[in-house]
């Protein structure tokens, strides 16, 4: 806890040692008096009062190139201060390089300094002048580090004569890729010329001529050729003729037949007829055949009970005769339970109608039934017969599970049901968990359903000093685990939480020295740290041994606070310093079953 005092004057009435006289004291701020300590100082005596260390706070001020940089420490009661220096600071380089025609360096912009001289690292920027094929160009070039720029020639490209020549119809030549300039041209030397497409009456033939010295192709058309008619030759098909070319098939003065009719025989209604004609141009001949006439009846059917027919107008015959197809009009008396009915039927053809005589329905019964008892009853009239009581049985029977309830179901004969309604079981859940290595749960007796299903949470664990393990035990079911304690210290402090300590004033008269330990705590890396005050006569590169008493999940034990100085330059344990603790065997500097130790391991 951090102490501070701020105050004109306090007057108090005492004793000090060096004072001749009892008076009362005028005491004002605190005054340094060396280098680790203050006081109040009496006005009037020169008395110190409340003497204590110095309670720093720091400063860190950064150095540049010229001045170290240095930690200033002030205490914020009496206002002593100090300053421990450290190294100066690198040179802090300007915004811009240093550059000459080769090279480029940085420059301090605080003390001027030059460095880091090194040579551009040049990278293509861009084409100043474009050089051409007898032209020479300018590149310029620019580091990638300082951006300085330098230009430089770029030869003349030269012509890049194209190896396949150029050409039109009449010659060809070559030509230059990038500028285009021409040379050497002269005229094609053709071959004899080959035929692509052969000529024909409708279209012109085509032939190709190469030159042996490029690739140019040159074509040339072939005239059509003349049509082939023999306008004596007729073609034909049924509705026209026509002459035709032999080589190109195309038809020429197509017309349609002119017919001569050489023999006609009229069709009646007992002989079929028939008629030949002939082309008078082609000759092309057709022969038709004519069905013998179908009859005409007259205006209605003719009909008996059974049949119909009809009779021709022209020649009295009679035709078509076949049975009436009736179909069902309508019932003119409806037919009952008991008694006939009538009904009325069409010929669907000929509209011939004929009455039917119905029989009786008779009686359709079904079940009726309601919740005491059944009967049967006619569903037309109504009539009831065989009324009786219900005779229920199970038919049906779900067993109740932990989530569902169950039914039994009773029927009747007659289709009448009942059912039995049984409330679900819940479930069975075991008092104790299972549990595996990992997690426990609850689980029911009857449908082994899983509940509560949760990772172990164990406690900080015990030892078990004759197995040397510790044991951690889940704080919600019994399972317990073991694990090996490690030689690390500082996993075994997490091990035995909780841990209390208290300390203790200790003396050495051999040594003559007395120390206190204000407090001893645990932080959240799983170390201990203790406070020592009130040290006298620690010489250096002693070794300091302090009693502690503490408690630990395995019951109490008393151990020693011990404090060696590895080096003979080391100074000895220091007052208001804070020390990282280790639990430490003397002897074989192995974490102990007990006695405890505990080791300084250094200032914090």
């Not at 009062?49 to 150095?63: A, L, M, N, Q």
């Not at 020639?153 to 021409?182: F, I, M, P, Q």
């Not at 005050?533 to 300091?544: F, M, S």
Request: hydrophobic content about 25%; glycine content about 4%; charged content about 25%.
């Amino acid at each position: 806890m951090k102490k501070i005092i701020s105050f004109l004057s306090l007057f108090c009435i005492g004793i000090l040692t060096g004072c001749s006289q009892t008076h009362t004291h005028t005491l004002g701020s605190y005054e340094s008096i060396d280098k680790n300590n203050h006081a109040l100082i009496c006005a009037d005596c020169g008395g110190q009062y409340d003497s204590e260390p110095h309670d720093f706070k720091s400063e860190y001020v950064e150095g540049d190139c010229l001045h170290e940089s240095y930690t200033l420490y002030t205490c914020e009661l009496c206002d002593y201060s100090y300053k421990e220096y450290g190294s100066k600071g690198e040179h802090t380089p300007s915004e811009t390089y240093v550059t000459s025609d080769n090279y480029h360096w940085s420059k301090c912009s605080i003390c001027g300094a030059t460095y880091n001289q090194e040579n551009h690292d040049f990278k293509f920027l861009k084409h100043l002048v474009e050089p051409t094929c007898e032209q020479q160009g300018t590149d310029v070039y620019k580091c990638s580090i300082c951006g300085y720029e330098k230009q430089q020639d770029v030869n003349a490209l030269g012509h890049n004569w194209n190896t396949t020549l150029s050409y039109d119809r009449n010659s060809h030549w070559e030509k230059c890729s990038r500028c285009g300039e021409e040379r050497d041209r002269k005229n094609h030397s053709l071959d004899n010329g080959t035929i692509t497409s052969e000529a024909t009456c409708t279209s012109e033939g085509l032939v190709e001529y190469h030159c042996d010295d490029c690739d140019v192709v040159i074509e040339e058309s072939i005239p059509k050729l003349n049509h082939n008619i023999d306008e004596n030759v007729f073609l034909h098909d049924e509705e026209s003729h026509w002459n035709e070319c032999s080589l190109c098939h195309q038809k020429f003065n197509l017309v349609k037949h002119d017919f001569l009719i050489t023999e006609h025989i009229d069709a009646t209604h007992f002989n079929a007829g028939k008629e030949d004609k002939i082309c008078k141009f082609c000759g092309y001949e057709v022969h038709n055949d004519f069905p013998m006439l179908d009859h005409v009846p007259d205006e209605d059917y003719h009909y008996d009970e059974e049949s119909h027919w009809n009779v021709c107008k022209d020649d009295g015959e009679i035709f078509d005769l076949e049975e009436h197809s009736f179909n069902f009009v309508r019932n003119t008396i409806e037919p009952a339970c008991l008694d006939g009915g009538e009904a009325l039927y069409e010929c669907s053809v000929c509209g011939y109608q004929e009455y039917r005589t119905l029989s009786p329905l008779e009686h359709d019964y079904q079940y009726k039934y309601n919740s005491s008892k059944h009967w049967q009853e006619c569903s037309r009239c109504y009539d009831i017969i065989n009324e009786a009581e219900h005779h229920l049985s199970l038919t049906e029977a779900v067993s109740p599970t932990c989530s569902d309830d169950g039914h039994k179901l009773y029927q009747c004969l007659c289709g009448y049901e009942e059912t039995e309604y049984i409330d679900a079981l819940g479930h069975n859940l075991s008092s104790e968990f299972l549990y595996d290595d990992t997690y426990h749960w609850q689980e029911c007796s009857r449908c082994h359903e899983i509940f509560d299903y949760e990772e172990h949470d164990f406690d900080t664990g015990a030892y078990d000093s004759q197995d040397k393990v510790m044991i951690y035990t889940c704080k919600d079911c019994s399972y317990a685990k073991t694990e090996s304690v490690p030689t690390d210290s500082y996993y075994l402090m997490h091990a035995l939480l909780p841990i209390t300590f208290e300390g203790s004033s200790i003396s050495y008269p051999s040594s003559n020295y007395i120390a206190r330990i204000d407090d001893i705590w645990l932080e959240e890396d799983n170390a201990i740290y203790c406070y020592v005050t009130n040290l006298t006569g620690n010489p250096e590169n002693t070794r300091v041994s302090i009693t502690v008493n503490f408690q630990i999940t395995d019951g109490d034990a008393t151990s020693e606070l011990v404090y060696t100085n590895d080096s003979a330059t080391t100074e000895g344990l220091q007052n208001n310093q804070r020390y990282q603790l280790k639990l430490w065997d003397i002897d074989t500097r192995l974490v102990p079953v007990g006695p405890f130790y505990i080791r300084i391991l250094n200032v914090i």
